[in-house]
């Protein structure tokens, strides 16, 4: 199951000046769901969940905007959703009617990131055929964060660390033709995880840009990898999520509780040997032209 959002999966940034633009166009030979179903959902459920078993797409109390943000993600590993400061325009509606959709691939999708990204290509097509999305991508000047080596001499923070296991190479052979990774020993931690939590992220065998992902989601803002560091890491980094502007707000009468904890600035550079510097550089976004409720079946 893969939830449309964390809990701080929400994002709100302003964009600044356009640079160039180019049109999303489906072409004839779009890989399309086999049989796909679109429902209304009035049920005013709180609840909403993407559901990704084998050969099928499911999404259940989902608004066009998330439709939207998981067709043109990043299939990861993890499944990213684009964030919103990435995706303008269209009707109020896009974020408060929720939709059922379900679709069938058939048998040839195949497991991992690459499946997953066919699946957001036949939701790309299913979006347009039943809604009517028309989208063209811009590229804006805006505001960034730059991920960068904060150590001249490259030398890394005491909570990062290369790991031995390469759990996109894994994911890449398919299933049946690589062996899985051997379990931790005591005391170790398990490969190829991803953990976010309210002031924590943990990851094992995972790229910087992975790690840059999840840091833009907190920030609100994209963080680019300029690091040059390839291959993989485990890391283990601890701030204070407070007053974080990817994190929403507690609940009325509710306070965070109060932590010792570094900002996530002072801890990307003392823990991981990294450091974020806000500057302005490209970014692709997503500009709704044109979309219609859709077609019931």
Known sequence: MLRPRAL????????????????????????????????????????????????????????????????????????????????????????????????????????????????????????????????????????????????RDGRLGPQLHRSEVDCNALFARGPGNAPPPAPPAPGQRSPCRIGVGLGTITISSQSISTVARLLSRLMDRPVLDRTGLSGVFDLDLSFDPGGLPGLPPPPPGADRPPSDAPSVFTAVQEQLGLKLESTKGPVDVLVIDHVEHPTEN
């Open 8 to 151: 701080w999966f929400t994002c709100a940034s302003a964009i600044l000046g356009c640079l160039g633009a180019a049109v999303f166009a489906q072409a004839p030979s779009s890989p399309a769901f086999e049989v796909a179903s679109v429902k209304p959902n009035h049920s005013g459920a709180l609840g909403r969940r993407f559901g990704l078993p084998a050969n099928r797409f499911e999404a259940t109390n989902i608004p066009l905007k998330d439709l939207i943000a998981f067709a043109y993600g990043e299939p990861g590993p993890p499944p990213e959703m684009r964030p919103d400061y990435q995706v303008t325009g269209g009707p109020d509606w896009k974020n408060t009617d929720m939709f059922d959709v379900v679709g069938t691939t058939g048998s040839d999708v195949p497991l991992g990131p690459a499946g997953i990204e066919q699946k957001m290509l036949m939701l790309r097509t299913l979006l347009a055929d039943r809604f009517k999305l028309s989208i063209h991508r811009e590229t804006r000047n805006a505001p960034i964060y730059a991920l960068v080596l904060a150590n």
